[in-house]
């Protein structure tokens, strides 16, 4: 077939095509993930990543390529997750300002978007690493320059790019190490490759199932809720009513709380979320019409349903819905209850995963904790309300894990609530560390300085178990082994968790070590623990050491040496 220009309608399938094409497929690539070996998530990231864009994407009913660029570039930006989730949402950021503004794509078009897109991408790392996706997304942006003027048909543009960056990512494990000895190619890599070629698939009219990825609906509420029909035999209000208004244009707080007035006068269990210029409502009430003639003074309606709760007698969904209503409601007073606090000058969020370290972060002044950690990489949206909702003038982030930097720095760039300062922490023993040595009187150029000098001092090492087979650092690595994973590679290869632990703590500490501080896992025996700590005292008598229950997952020691 013969494509000479993609409108924005075929732009839309083929964009959901590409991530359904990395949903069915993101298992396989959390395989190539070998280092550290018990992450395993690039897939997952990446696909949580693409899921969010695709969310707005699905919604948009008349689609124009302003329309696809704003919603493939916001969705993915704020659902970015992880430093492959972030790199791909820096790749449809600048894929989306080259198109934004045509009617649409043809072949140079889309030889310029991909240039721009690995521009934003290389931009947005600090230090970019070559092996990896970007190698992959420059190798295809050079290529699709040459081609620009081989060809006027969109196809055979796209098959011929995507070919050489099948070609490039094959190369990928010449260019890192690490790769080359697990006998893979970079999982990133492979992940983009993925979305192009579900993306090509869709452009040629391929059928890779429901191209509308697992869990994607076209609503445009940031809560994902499926507001179905709430029924009851003997109810005050009778029509489960729902629809989403299309503002002329966006709706002020007051203008929502006088919807919100009317809607109470006449129903209850109301749901009323705001998107920009997006209104869902849901509402109980024995005036569907008064509800759906007053949102049409507001805009235009789409997905409107009514149904007879007193004719479907569905007891249970009724309670749920009062329940969401009631949590909406919930959330919404403690908005403004914290927006009525007085704001503080700083506030400092740490990234953690296990209740243990979650309080160890808060008694040295942590002001809030964000779930999150290996294999778990909150998002770009998960770190900026966080931020938003700390109601400070600088707010202090510990991303505590060099897969979360990344989404850290992206959210202190679109901020604009508050001045977000990101520590460059990589590991939680950094990030205690950073924390403790916070002078509140000190300006946040000032501090940062100083944690950052501060963290270089901390030696840490993390205790896990390898998923599969492999080879890292030349050594070789079985499904199974207990594997010491420290600042710069892998420390020490075990078969027993207490006895790899008490080796790393061999090859850590040196004649300058003075504290060591032994953290557990959940999954750690918290008496071997006790026994493991007292081993290494007794052999480093100079040391002091100190046990805390972190109940971190994944790992079952975190060692830390300063």
């Known amino acids: 077939m013969v494509m000479n220009s993609v409108d924005a309608q075929t732009l839309k399938k083929a964009f959901l095509s590409g991530a359904k094409n990395l949903e069915m497929n993101k298992e396989f690539i959390n395989e190539l993930n070998v280092f550290p070996v018990p992450d395993g998530d690039t897939g997952t990231n990446m696909t949580m990543t693409i899921l969010s864009a695709a969310r707005e994407v699905a919604a948009i009913e008349d689609p124009t390529m302003e329309k696809l660029a704003k919603a493939m570039s916001s969705g993915s930006l704020r659902g970015a997750r992880g430093n492959s989730g972030v790199i791909l949402s820096q790749l449809f950021r600048g894929f989306s300002k080259e198109i934004q503004t045509v009617e649409t794509i043809n072949v140079t078009t889309l030889a310029d978007a991909f240039g721009r897109a690995t521009e934003t991408a290389y931009k947005a790392v600090i230090k970019p690493k070559e092996g990896t996706i970007l190698t992959v997304a420059r190798g295809m942006a050079d290529k699709a320059a040459e081609l620009v003027f081989d060809t006027d048909d969109v196809i055979e543009f796209a098959e011929k790019v995507i070919a050489y960056g099948d070609e490039t990512l094959q190369k990928t494990p010449d260019l890192l190490p690490v790769l080359k000895e697990a006998g893979v190619v970079d999982s990133g890599g492979m992940g983009l490759m993925t979305v192009l070629k579900g993306v090509l698939a869709g452009l040629k009219g391929e059928d ?202 992206q959210a202190r760039d679109i901020c604009e609530s508050c001045r977000i300062v990101v520590v460059p922490t990589k590991t939680v023993p950094q990030g205690v560390e950073a924390i403790i040595n916070f002078v509140p009187e000190m300006s946040p150029e000032e501090n940062l300085g100083i944690m950052t000098d501060e963290i270089a001092g901390v030696k840490t090492c993390e205790i896990t178990y390898a998923v599969r087979d492999t080879t890292i650092d030349g050594k070789p690595i079985n499904h199974g082994d207990i594997m010491a994973i420290g600042d710069s590679g892998l420390v020490a290869v075990g078969r027993e968790i207490e006895d790899t632990a008490l080796m790393a703590l061999r090859e850590l500490i040196d004649e300058d070590s003075e504290l060591v501080t032994i953290y557990y896992g959940e999954e750690a025996d918290p008496e071997k623990a006790e026994s493991l700590c007292e081993l290494a005292k007794k052999e480093f008598s100079g040391c002091e050491f100190e046990l805390h229950n972190g109940g971190q997952p994944v790992y079952y020691y975190v060692l830390s040496v300063e």
């Open 208 to 409: 890779l199932g429901d191209l509308m990825p697992e869990g994607v609906k076209p609503v445009t509420d940031n809560a994902g809720a499926d507001y179905n029909a709430v029924e009851n035999t003997d109810i005050k209000f009778g029509y489960c009513t729902e629809f989403i208004i299309n503002t002329k244009e966006e709706m002020d707080e007051k203008e929502q709380d006088k919807f919100r007035a009317y809607l109470e006068s006449i129903g209850d269990s109301i749901v009323f979320v705001t998107l920009d210029d997006i209104v869902k409502v849901h509402v109980h009430t024995n005036e569907p019409g008064n509800a759906i003639q007053k949102a049409l003074s507001y805009g235009f309606l789409t997905n409107m349903k009514i149904d007879n709760m007193r004719v479907e007698h569905q007891e249970k969904l009724i309670k749920d819905s009062e329940k969401l209503a009631r949590e909406q409601k919930a959330a919404e007073e403690a908005k403004r209850a914290a927006a009525a606090k007085e704001r503080l000058p700083y506030a400092m969020i740490a990234v953690c995963a296990g209740d243990g370290m979650a309080e160890i972060f808060r008694g040295i002044g942590a002001t809030d904790v964000i779930s999150g950690g290996q294999t778990m990489n909150p998002s770009t949206d998960d770190i900026l309300r966080a931020c938003e909702n700390a109601n400070a003038d600088v707010v202090y982030v510990f991303p505590n894990n060099s897969n979360i930097i990344l989404a850290a720095n």
